[in-house]
């Protein structure tokens, strides 16, 4: 093996298969002398990988704990188990965990043949993670996207809208982030012509075309997520004030389930919505807080009828 930067490469993968190696047992496998070998681990160190040698009996060249992670060098089954192992974290519904794993899963999927793709899809296929009931998310469509994201191309969507119909959306995708126990695409819409959040479990279809798009200016996207799937996006937007701190509020209310704000060291402002008053009064009781209503004003009042209808439901109402 006389190609340098072949014969580097297989000794990573040599170093990374069992703890230990000796100079003469990792010459034998690379066809080389010990001093070719000390070479190839300097030139690992160079790149980052730890490689401590420790004399003596027992000793030899040794992987080592690093203060970063280079990159690593995986035989298929490793890059196999790694990805599936990635699709699972990445609908764990772990908070913080999904687009974490996401992320790695989309350089994984870039860098691997078609064949260990494929194996990839059919292992993931056999597995499941059971995590609290919320829409599916196609684990593929999830991937595509990331990977149109990092590469900045443009997307058509076969989406789904809030009242059933189904159309094509040609869209720039910026971000793909998890709110709650839902997957959602940040992207600019390119036919509407202003920027739009896209549930993952209403896209039916997606595929990348060969058309690299500008980045744009990009508004805050976790704010402007939190909003559309909210507010902006239901038929009745909603404010109260909670007569509760905003910590034990935000352990009560979900993010998904609207935005709350700090309104003094004892109360605060939850802007939320829903396309029945009734239904949003019957969340807010839930919550168990005393609030206010600062608006619709039919709010109050639908709370109000709620309240007197538990009244008469109470010992000795009739």
Do not use: K, N
Request: proline content about 8%; hydrophobic content about 40%; overall charge neutral.
């Amino acid at each position: 093996m006389t190609d340098p930067t072949r014969r580097v490469l297989r000794l990573l993968s040599l170093l990374q298969s069992r703890p230990v190696w000796t100079g003469p047992e990792l010459a034998a496998e690379l066809g080389v002398t010990v001093r070719s070998v000390r070479r190839d681990v300097d030139r690992l160190r160079e790149l980052g990988y730890p490689v401590p040698a420790d004399r003596g009996h027992g000793g030899g060249y040794r992987l080592g704990q690093g203060r970063r992670l280079p990159p690593l060098l995986l035989q298929p089954e490793e890059a196999v188990a790694a990805a599936v192992g990635l699709r699972l974290a990445a609908a764990s519904g772990i908070d913080g965990l999904g687009e974490a794993a996401l992320r790695t899963l989309t350089v994984l999927d870039q860098m691997m043949p078609p064949g260990l793709r494929e194996e990839v899809s059919a292992v993931a296929g056999a597995v499941d993670v059971v995590v609290p009931a919320g829409p599916g998310v196609d684990a593929d469509v999830l991937v595509l996207l990331a990977r149109a994201v990092r590469t900045r191309v443009l997307v058509r969507l076969d989406y789904e809208t809030r009242d059933g119909r189904r159309a094509e959306r040609r869209i720039e995708p910026y971000r793909v982030l998890s709110l709650g126990r839902r997957w959602y695409l940040f992207a600019w819409d390119v036919d509407r012509d202003d920027w739009r959040t896209f549930r993952l479990d209403r896209i039916h279809g997606a595929r990348t075309t060969t058309f690299r798009f500008v980045p744009r200016p990009v508004p805050d996207v976790e704010e402007h997520v939190r909003r559309s799937v909210t507010t902006w996006a239901c038929a009745h937007p909603v404010r109260v004030r909670l007569l509760v701190p905003l910590e034990r509020a935000e352990d009560v209310v979900p993010p998904q389930a609207g935005r709350l704000t700090a309104d003094g060291p004892a109360a605060c402002v939850l802007e939320a919505g829903g396309d029945d008053l009734a239904e949003t009064a019957l969340h807010l009781v839930r919550t168990g807080f005393e609030l206010e209503v600062l608006d619709p004003p039919e709010l109050a009042e639908v709370l109000r009828e709620m309240g007197r209808r538990m009244l008469r439901a109470g010992p000795g109402s009739g």
